[in-house]
């Protein structure tokens, strides 16, 4: 696969940027992250490193939303 490595953490950044305008993305970095990680055998190392910072990310972030949300619930019983 044929990515500049050096995109990636660019990309996450831009996520990060759209979501503090409160815009929606046009682009989904997390759909590009989960299409590379689909095909490892495509990836060079540096390339997999980088995907797996960047969906270290990604995962943690989704914990922090189903924990608020799951807050959310319990205190609205």
Known sequence: MCICVCKLPWGRSCIEHYR???RQ???S???LLFEI???PTTVDI???ECLVDDLSVVIEHEKHLR???LSQVNCSC
């Open 20 to 22: 503090s305008l409160k």
């Open 25 to 27: 993305c046009v682009f």
């Open 29 to 31: 970095h997390d759909e």
């Open 37 to 39: 990680a689909s095909a």
């Open 46 to 48: 540096k390339l997999a």
């Open 67 to 69: 924990a608020d949300l």
